[in-house]
C-alpha cells in the first residue's frame, strides 16, 4: 500500500522536488558567494590592518609622529599658544637653513591664515639651557630698520613677546635692526634687539644679552606685477628668536638630574605680535585662532578603521597617554538577521583576533604602541552590500515560487483532480450509469491537457455506450437461455416417467440431466452458473462408485477404463452426481489425449484424513505453464473449439465442483503420460 501510494504521488513529488532543489541550491549559491566574499573582505581587513599599522609606526617615528608623541593632546584652549617639547635637542637660531629644515621636518608650525605661521618650543636636552625658541614667518613690506643707538620708538618693525609662567611674566619689545650684506638681491637680514618693555623708555636702556632673534626678508615680490624695488611691495619674512627663561634655567640648578621638560610646561603661556612701523595692528598675531595646527596624536584616528582601536602608553608608565577607537560613521541599515547568517559563516583565521603591538623610540623615552582589530566591521561591512544583493536572491525565489504557483494551479492542480475523479469512479463504480460522475467541463481547454480529459471523456461516454449494448445481450442470452431450459425441461420429465427406476442407468443420466440444466437455469453466463450452484452432500464409498464409473464408462464412449485399487471400503463426504461429473470430465479428456488401444487407470488411495484418486492416461504431456491454466474457464487447445462443441469448461467445472466438495484437483507430468489427482477429505464413521 505504501509502494502503491508513493508512486500514485511520484511525479508530483519530483515535479515539486525539482523546485525545491532549485531553490536550495540558489540559496546554496548565495550562501556560498556570501562565504568567499566575506573570506575576500577578511583577508582585507588584514592587509589594510597591517598596512595601518606600519603606517601608523611610521608617522610616529618621523619628527612630526615623535613631536606627537612628546605633546599629548591636552584640552587647553586651542587660541592660546604654548611651547612643545621638540625632538631636537636645541634648535641652531643663528642659522635659517637649519631653523627652517627643524621646524619644518618637527611639523610644529601653527599656521595663521595665508599670511604668518609660528613655532614655539623647547629643546629635549635640558642642559642646552632654559630658553624657548620662538620661529615662523609673516609677510610684509620692506623692513623698516631700528637707528643704531637711538631709543626704541615706532619708526621700524618690532616684535613684542610675552611669556607668562609659574607666577612670573616676562615682556620683551624687540625691535629689527638691519645688517649691511655685501650681496645683492638677497634680500634683507637683521637681527632683533630684545628690550624689556617696562625698561625700554628707561636711560641707558641695553638689549637682553640671553635675547637672540634674527630676521631674513626675501627680495622676492609675493604680488605678481609689482616692481621688486617698490618699498611697499609685501614679502615673506623668516625668523627666528631665543627667548631667555630665568625660572627655568634656575630650576634647573635646583636638583642634581632636573625633571625635563617642565611638568607645568602645558601652562606656559607664550604671546607674539609682530608690529609695522608707527601702526599697533599686528602683522602676526598669537592671540588670533590659527587656521592649521601641528600634527597631534589625535588625527591618528582618521587612520582607524571602524571598530580599531589604538593604545599608546610610555614604556616606564602604566597609564595610557592616549587611547584612540576608530570612528563608526552611519552606514546604510542591514538585516540583523543576515548580519548573524555572515557572521557564522565560516571563514580560515576569522576567530584569531587581530593585534599588533610596536615601539617608538624618543630621546626622552621609548612608547608602547598596542593597536587591536575588530573583525565585526568586517560582517557589518559585508551585512550592507548582502543586503542589496539579498533582494536579488529573495527576487529569483519569488520567481521560482511564481513559476512554481502557476504550474501547480494551471497543470499540477488540474491533473490531480482529473486523477482523483478518475480513481473515485475506478472504487465505486458498479455500472454503466454510474460512468456519468466523471464530470471533467471544468478541465477542457485548448491545451494538452483539456484535449486529455476531452478524450477521456468521449472514451467513457463510448464505454458507457458498449457496457449498455452488452447489458442488452446479457438480458437476451439470459432469456434464450430460459427459453431453452423450458423447452428441454419438458421432455426430460417426460422420459423420468419412462424410467421410474432408481437402479436403472437411464434414470440415472436423466437425472445428472435434470441437475444440469438446473444449474443452468436462470444464469447469465455457464461460469456463473457453476460458481453459484449449491451441492447436497452424502456419504459415498469411493471404491464402490469407482468400480461403477469404470465398469459404465462405455456407455459415454470411452474404452478402456480399468480400476486397480483393491475392493476397500474407502468413505467421503460428497455429491455423487457432481463427483461423477469430475470424473467423467477427467476421463473424456484422457480419451482425448491417450495413446490408441491403451487403457485408463482409475485408483484411490487414503492417506489419513484424506483420500487422493488418481486418474492416469499414456499420451502426450501436458507444457508445464499450461498445468495451472487448464482449469481456467474456456482454456482450450483445439483451434474452433467452440464449434466443435468444447467450450473448454470442462475441467473449470471439474474443479469448482471439487472446490465445493473441499477437496483439491491438479495435472501432473509422469512417465509416459499425465495424472489428475483428486483430493477428498475422508468420512470419520
Keep these: 500500500m505504501k509502494r502503491?501510494?508513493?508512486?500514485?504521488?511520484?511525479?508530483?513529488?519530483?515535479?515539486?522536488?525539482?523546485?525545491?532543489?532549485?531553490?536550495?541550491?540558489?540559496?546554496?549559491?548565495?550562501?556560498?558567494?556570501?562565504?568567499?566574499?566575506?573570506?575576500?573582505?577578511?583577508?582585507?581587513?588584514?592587509?589594510?590592518?597591517?598596512?595601518?599599522?606600519?603606517?601608523?609606526?611610521?608617522?610616529?617615528?618621523?619628527?612630526?609622529?615623535?613631536?606627537?608623541l612628546l605633546n599629548p593632546p591636552t584640552d587647553q584652549d586651542a587660541a592660546s599658544l604654548h611651547p612643545l617639547l621638540l625632538p631636537f635637542s636645541a634648535l641652531d637660531f643663528d642659522d635659517q637653513s637649519k631653523v627652517q629644515q627643524a621646524i619644518a621636518m618637527s611639523g610644529c608650525l601653527v599656521q595663521y591664515g595665508n599670511d604668518g605661521s609660528l613655532c614655539v618650543g623647547i629643546g629635549n636636552n635640558p642642559w642646552a639651557g632654559g630658553f624657548i625658541y620662538v620661529a615662523g614667518s609673516f609677510n610684509s613690506?620692506?623692513?623698516?630698520?631700528?637707528?643704531?643707538?637711538?631709543?626704541?620708538?615706532?619708526?621700524?618693525h618690532r616684535i613684542r613677546v610675552s611669556v607668562s609662567l609659574r607666577g612670573q611674566h616676562y615682556q620683551w619689545i624687540a625691535p629689527f635692526e638691519e645688517e649691511v650684506s655685501a650681496k645683492a638681491n638677497v634680500g634683507k637680514r637683521g637681527r632683533w634687539l630684545g628690550f624689556i618693555e617696562s625698561d625700554v623708555n628707561k636711560p641707558g636702556a641695553r638689549p637682553v644679552r640671553d635675547f637672540r632673534g634674527w630676521a631674513w626678508q626675501k627680495s622676492v615680490c609675493n604680488e605678481l606685477g609689482k616692481d621688486e624695488q617698490d618699498a611697499n611691495c609685501e614679502r615673506n619674512t623668516f625668523f627666528s628668536l631665543r627667548l631667555p627663561i630665568a625660572v627655568l634655567q634656575e630650576a634647573l640648578f635646583e636638583k642634581k638630574r632636573p625633571v625635563w621638560p617642565p611638568q607645568d610646561l602645558e601652562?606656559?603661556?607664550?604671546?607674539?605680535?609682530?608690529?609695522?612701523?608707527?601702526?599697533?595692528?599686528?602683522?602676526?598675531?598669537?592671540?588670533?585662532?590659527?587656521?592649521?595646527?601641528?600634527?597631534s596624536l589625535n588625527d591618528l584616528s582618521a587612520l582607524l578603521l571602524p571598530g580599531e582601536s589604538l593604545s599608546i602608553r610610555k614604556s616606564s608608565e602604566q597609564k595610557s597617554v592616549i587611547q584612540l577607537v576608530g570612528k563608526v560613521e552611519q552606514e546604510t541599515e542591514s538585516w540583523n538577521l543576515l548580519t548573524r547568517l555572515i557572521r557564522r559563516l565560516p571563514?580560515?583565521?576569522?576567530?584569531?583576533?587581530?593585534?599588533?603591538?610596536?615601539?617608538?623610540?624618543?630621546?626622552?623615552?621609548?612608547?608602547?604602541?598596542?593597536?587591536?582589530?575588530?573583525?565585526?566591521?568586517?560582517?557589518?561591512?559585508?551585512?550592507?552590500?548582502?543586503?542589496?544583493?539579498?533582494?536579488?536572491?529573495?527576487?529569483?525565489?519569488?520567481?521560482?515560487?511564481?513559476?512554481?504557483?502557476?504550474?501547480?494551479?494551471?497543470?499540477?492542480?488540474?491533473i490531480s483532480l482529473l486523477t482523483r475523479r478518475a480513481a473515485?469512479?475506478?472504487?465505486?463504480?458498479?455500472?454503466?450509469?454510474?460512468?456519468?460522475?466523471?464530470?471533467?467541463?471544468?478541465?477542457?481547454?485548448?491545451?494538452?491537457?483539456?484535449?486529455?480529459?476531452?478524450?477521456?471523456?468521449?472514451?467513457?461516454?463510448?464505454?458507457?455506450?458498449?457496457?449498455?449494448?452488452?447489458?442488452?445481450r446479457t438480458e437476451q442470452e439470459k432469456q434464450m437461455w430460459h427459453a431453452v431450459g423450458h423447452e428441454i425441461m419438458s421432455p426430460l420429465q417426460s422420459l423420468m416417467v419412462l424410467h421410474p427406476d432408481a437402479e436403472d442407468q437411464s434414470h440415472r443420466y436423466i437425472s445428472r440431466m435434470q441437475q444440469a440444466l438446473k444449474i443452468l437455469y436462470g444464469s447469465a453466463t455457464p461460469s456463473e452458473?457453476?460458481?453459484?450452484?449449491?451441492?447436497?452432500?452424502?456419504?459415498?464409498?469411493?471404491?464402490?462408485?469407482?468400480?461403477?464409473?469404470?465398469?459404465?464408462?462405455?456407455?459415454?464412449?470411452?474404452?478402456?477404463?480399468?480400476?486397480?485399487?483393491?475392493?476397500?471400503?474407502?468413505?467421503v463426504r460428497a455429491d455423487e452426481y457432481s463427483l461423477e461429473d469430475v470424473?467423467?470430465?477427467?476421463?473424456?479428456?484422457?480419451?482425448?489425449?491417450?495413446?490408441?488401444?491403451?487403457?485408463?487407470?482409475?485408483?484411490?488411495e487414503q492417506q489419513g484424513h484424506t483420500v487422493l484418486i488418481s486418474i492416469h492416461n499414456r499420451g502426450t504431456a501436458i507444457a508445464e505453464d499450461m498445468l495451472s491454466r487448464i482449469f481456467e474457464y474456456g482454456?482450450?487447445?483445439?483451434?474452433?473449439?467452440?464449434?466443435?462443441?468444447?467450450?473448454?469448461?470442462?475441467?473449470?467445472?471439474?474443479?469448482?465442483?471439487?472446490?465445493?466438495?473441499?477437496?483439491?484437483?491438479?495435472?501432473?507430468?509422469?512417465?509416459?503420460?499425465?495424472?489428475?489427482?483428486?483430493s477428498l477429505p475422508a468420512s470419520i464413521r
Design 583 to 604: 470424473v467423467t470430465h477427467i476421463l473424456k479428456n484422457a480419451d482425448r489425449y491417450r495413446e490408441a488401444e491403451s487403457e485408463i487407470q482409475l485408483q484411490v
Design 4 to 68: 502503491f501510494l508513493l508512486a500514485t504521488y511520484r511525479l508530483r513529488i519530483i515535479f515539486r522536488g525539482v523546485f525545491l532543489l532549485l531553490a536550495l541550491a540558489t540559496l546554496g549559491l548565495a550562501l556560498s558567494l556570501l562565504q568567499q566574499e566575506k573570506q575576500l573582505s577578511y583577508n582585507n581587513y588584514q592587509a589594510n590592518f597591517n598596512k595601518t599599522i606600519h603606517q601608523i609606526t611610521a608617522t610616529l617615528r618621523h619628527p612630526a609622529g615623535q613631536l606627537a
Design 635 to 678: 482454456v482450450s487447445d483445439q483451434i474452433d473449439a467452440g464449434a466443435n462443441g468444447n467450450r473448454g469448461q470442462g475441467l473449470f467445472v471439474a474443479q469448482t465442483y471439487m472446490a465445493k466438495m473441499g477437496g483439491t484437483i491438479c495435472a501432473r507430468n509422469q512417465d509416459h503420460g499425465v495424472a489428475f489427482i483428486l
Design 141 to 156: 613690506a620692506t623692513l623698516v630698520s631700528h637707528p643704531r643707538g637711538q631709543w626704541v620708538r615706532d619708526e621700524a
Design 424 to 472: 473515485m469512479l475506478s472504487k465505486t463504480m458498479k455500472g454503466a450509469g454510474e460512468l456519468d460522475q466523471l464530470d471533467v467541463s471544468d478541465l477542457r481547454s485548448p491545451d494538452e491537457l483539456g484535449v486529455l480529459a476531452s478524450g477521456l471523456h468521449d472514451l467513457l461516454r463510448r464505454v458507457k455506450e458498449d457496457v449498455e449494448r452488452e447489458t442488452i
Design 529 to 571: 452458473a457453476f460458481q453459484s450452484s449449491v451441492l447436497t452432500m452424502n456419504e459415498i464409498d469411493v471404491t464402490q462408485f469407482l468400480q461403477h464409473v469404470a465398469d459404465n464408462a462405455a456407455c459415454i464412449g470411452v474404452e478402456g477404463v480399468r480400476f486397480i485399487s483393491p475392493q476397500i471400503p474407502v468413505w
Design 347 to 414: 571563514v580560515d583565521e576569522y576567530d584569531t583576533p587581530l593585534e599588533a603591538r610596536e615601539l617608538i623610540s624618543t630621546p626622552l623615552d621609548n612608547y608602547e604602541l598596542q593597536m587591536k582589530g575588530d573583525v565585526r566591521s568586517v560582517s557589518k561591512s559585508l551585512s550592507v552590500v548582502a543586503t542589496r544583493v539579498s533582494w536579488f536572491v529573495g527576487a529569483m525565489l519569488l520567481a521560482l515560487l511564481l513559476a512554481w504557483l502557476l504550474i501547480e494551479i494551471s497543470i499540477i492542480r488540474r
Design 267 to 295: 601652562q606656559i603661556q607664550v604671546e607674539l605680535s609682530v608690529l609695522a612701523p608707527e601702526s599697533q595692528i599686528p602683522l602676526l598675531d598669537s592671540k588670533s585662532i590659527p587656521s592649521a595646527t601641528p600634527f
